[in-house]
């Protein structure tokens, strides 16, 4: 079998790392490749990719959304979002999915955290904050506050929310009175890649809150280590990378993926790469 995930650029992702080590472990046939394809090249590739017979396919950078013109079914989850990160095919056919939201609940859910009647902040609102916070739409949660460099795309991300039947409100991306208050903080934008810092301070921040950072390279940004500082629990964004590739297992060959095994994988590339 043949699976692989399609975007561009495609050579740093850690997917290869973490699915091929799934295989391996529970001895599964199968090979995933890194496929580089341009938005423009979209049509023709995944025709190309269904003739060489994938079975199934990661959607990433830049292509989420794109690539929705092209599938012959969406699933209501995915299209509540406007983008698709799982492909199956079937028959032929090629069915897109959304694990990303999802696969954030599931790494919180694995740590034991339980969303019932939370307050969560999200800063940001590109498609990392979107994904999430339409999974967060449908559990019971007290409140998602949305803060964007951008408000009209707070906005427009409330508006999702709220049709999913979630409460949710935006502003503009500064401190203020929910620093206190927020009991799951989630930083979605790419800022703290390059090590630099963060734009918003965490001082004064409910030391009970759970704060994470979808960054995983490098493990521990500024933003983190400061939740970290100020006595917050933290995680970054590797068990939402594990999670979300383990509910693609799910949908491509219907089994529980070897989460342990696919994070040892992971930690091993990520020492590795330094
Ligand atoms: P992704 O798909 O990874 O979520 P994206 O859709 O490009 O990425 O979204 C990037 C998010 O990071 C946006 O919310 C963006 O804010 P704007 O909507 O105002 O552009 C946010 N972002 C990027 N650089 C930022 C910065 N220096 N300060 C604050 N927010 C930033």
């Given at each position: 079998m043949k699976y692989g995930i399609i975007g561009y650029p495609v050579e740093h992702s850690l997917s290869p790392v973490m699915h091929e080590a799934g295989f391996r472990e529970l001895g599964i046939d199968a090979q995933y490749h890194r496929i580089p394809l341009h938005p423009t090249e979209l049509a023709e590739g995944l025709a190309f990719l269904l003739e060489l017979g994938y079975s199934g396919i990661n959607v990433t950078y830049p292509l989420k959304e794109a690539v929705l013109p092209f599938l012959d079914k969406v699933n209501p989850q995915a299209s509540e979002i406007g983008a698709v990160n799982t492909i199956k095919v079937v028959d032929g056919g090629l069915q897109g999915y959304n694990t990303d939201g999802d696969g954030f609940v599931q790494a919180l859910k694995e740590q034991g955290?339980?969303?019932?009647?939370r307050k969560v902040v999200i800063l940001g609102a590109g498609g990392s904050a979107k994904s999430i916070a339409a999974s967060l739409a449908h559990l019971p949660i007290k409140e998602i506050l949305i803060l964007n460099r951008t408000e009209e795309k707070a906005r427009i991300l409330v508006e999702l929310v709220h049709s999913l039947g979630g409460q949710a409100s935006g502003e503009a991306f500064i401190s203020g009175d929910w620093l206190k208050k927020v009991d799951l903080l989630i930083q979605t934008t790419?800022?703290?890649?390059?090590?630099e810092s963060y734009?918003?301070?965490?001082?004064?921040?409910?030391?009970s809150a759970w704060v994470i950072d979808l960054i995983y390279h490098p493990p521990l940004t500024k933003f983190l280590a400061e939740a970290e500082s100020l006595g917050c629990r933290t995680m970054n964004g590797l068990d939402m990378l594990i999670w979300q590739g383990a509910l693609a297992w799910k949908i491509w060959l219907d089994r529980e993926a070897p989460v342990a095994q696919m994070r040892r994988a992971l930690l091993d590339n990520y020492i590795k790469r330094g």
């Open positions: 955290y339980d969303f019932t009647g790419s800022v703290g890649m390059r090590g734009p918003l301070s965490l001082q004064g921040i409910n030391p």
